[in-house]
């Protein structure tokens, strides 16, 4: 009834599956977890906003080379013994994997995934939120997921998103997850937004983190021609952010007709992402950040 129609009552509901209204309420909640509806007062209604969201089995296979790719370099922010909060996707399951090297570290995270990636790491602690469980991201939502992170403070906070712009900052189609993040925002000195070139440019219909609140972006290289991601990127540094940007997926270096952006780095951990400033006027906007 929902996909047919958008939205429906819970009352037309009761009456159409012959049982009581308070039934229906706990089994819409049910379905909301899922993230295959959005509860609205007195109803509910599709989920999303300008994009519908994809499931896990859907986005796992999406961008997966660019995913390790940013996964790669967003994994050199961490040092050992630091605390950060990592939220619930599929780029996001990838940096766990990779931050299971990492020793003495702690990671708070409402994520199954990334839970379960970091569950045979040595020397590595993993603290999980609770709240009730979201299968189309296998992530903990709800007030009991926001509850368990008041008056946490960790040094970082690494995120992912549907949508990615200049004017809004991060964006996602749940409004169960967009407030999860918000929280995990809260908990942290600095944020870093991890994003595939698809998501840059796009908007939804959930803000997550506005943009003067990214510290960092840490994406993968456009193909030639996408104008789209091109002028977010371009914008989103205009606006402050730091920018790190993986080199393009099996692509040399300096592979012909690809503008490179290099970055004399310090270092390869902490350094490893570098912005124009007030003090660097003349430093480059977008940094091609090769990993190390």
Same mark, same amino acid.
């Given at each position: 009834? &929902?996909?047919?129609?958008?939205?429906?009552?819970?009352?037309?509901?009761?009456?159409?599956?012959?049982?009581?209204?308070?039934?229906? @309420? $706990?089994?819409? @909640?049910?379905?909301?977890?899922?993230?295959?509806?959005?509860?609205?007062?007195?109803?509910?209604?599709?989920?999303?906003?300008?994009? =519908?969201?994809?499931?896990?089995?859907?986005?796992?296979?999406?961008?997966?080379?660019?995913?390790?790719?940013?996964?790669?370099?967003?994994?050199?922010?961490?040092?050992?013994?630091?605390?950060? &909060?990592?939220?619930?996707?599929?780029?996001?399951?990838? !940096?766990? @994997?990779? %931050?299971?090297?990492?020793?003495?570290?702690?990671?708070?995270?409402?994520?199954?995934?990334?839970?379960?990636?970091?569950?045979?790491?040595?020397?590595?602690?993993?603290?999980?939120?609770?709240?009730?469980?979201?299968?189309?991201?296998?992530?903990?939502?709800?007030?009991?997921?926001?509850?368990? !992170?008041?008056?946490? =403070?960790?040094? $970082?906070?690494?995120?992912?998103?549907?949508?990615?712009?200049?004017?809004?900052?991060?964006?996602?189609?749940?409004?169960?997850?967009?407030?999860?993040? @918000?929280? %995990?925002?809260?908990?942290?000195?600095?944020?870093?937004?991890?994003?595939?070139?698809?998501?840059?440019?796009?908007?939804?219909?959930?803000?997550?983190?506005?943009?003067?609140?990214?510290?960092?972006?840490?994406?993968?290289?456009?193909?030639?021609?996408?104008?789209?991601?091109?002028?977010? !990127?371009?914008?989103?540094?205009?606006?402050?952010?730091?920018?790190? &940007?993986?080199?393009?997926?099996?692509?040399?270096?300096?592979?012909?007709?690809?503008?490179?952006?290099?970055?004399?780095?310090?270092?390869?951990?902490?350094?490893?992402?570098?912005?124009?400033?007030?003090?660097?006027?003349?430093?480059?906007?977008?940094?091609?950040?090769?990993?190390?």
């Amino acid at each position: 009834m &929902v996909r047919a129609n958008g939205a429906v009552s819970l009352r037309e509901l009761a009456r159409v599956v012959q049982t009581s209204e308070v039934t229906v @309420r $706990r089994d819409v @909640r049910a379905l909301e977890a899922e993230g295959l509806l959005d509860r609205r007062h007195g109803g509910a209604v599709l989920p999303g906003g300008f994009t =519908r969201e994809s499931g896990f089995p859907q986005k796992s296979h999406l961008a997966t080379a660019e995913k390790t790719a940013i996964a790669d370099l967003a994994a050199g922010l961490v040092d050992e013994g630091e605390a950060v &909060v990592v939220g619930a996707g599929t780029t996001t399951q990838e !940096l766990a @994997r990779r %931050l299971a090297r990492v020793p003495g570290l702690t990671v708070v995270t409402n994520s199954l995934l990334v839970a379960q990636a970091l569950a045979h790491a040595n020397r590595v602690e993993v603290v999980m939120t609770g709240g009730t469980l979201r299968g189309s991201n296998y992530g903990l939502v709800g007030s009991g997921a926001e509850q368990s !992170l008041q008056g946490l =403070r960790v040094s $970082r906070a690494f995120l992912s998103g549907a949508g990615l712009t200049a004017e809004r900052g991060l964006s996602t189609s749940n409004m169960l997850s967009a407030s999860v993040d @918000r929280a %995990l925002v809260h908990a942290a000195t600095e944020v870093v937004v991890l994003a595939d070139h698809t998501k840059l440019g796009t908007d939804t219909m959930f803000q997550t983190v506005p943009t003067e609140l990214i510290t960092h972006l840490v994406t993968d290289e456009p193909p030639a021609g996408d104008e789209r991601a091109g002028t977010a !990127l371009q914008a989103l540094a205009d606006r402050g952010v730091r920018i790190a &940007v993986a080199p393009a997926p099996h692509a040399a270096p300096d592979a012909p007709g690809r503008p490179r952006h290099d970055a004399s780095l310090p270092g390869p951990r902490r350094h490893a992402m570098r912005a124009a400033g007030p003090d660097q006027p003349a430093a480059p906007r977008l940094a091609d950040v090769r990993h190390r």
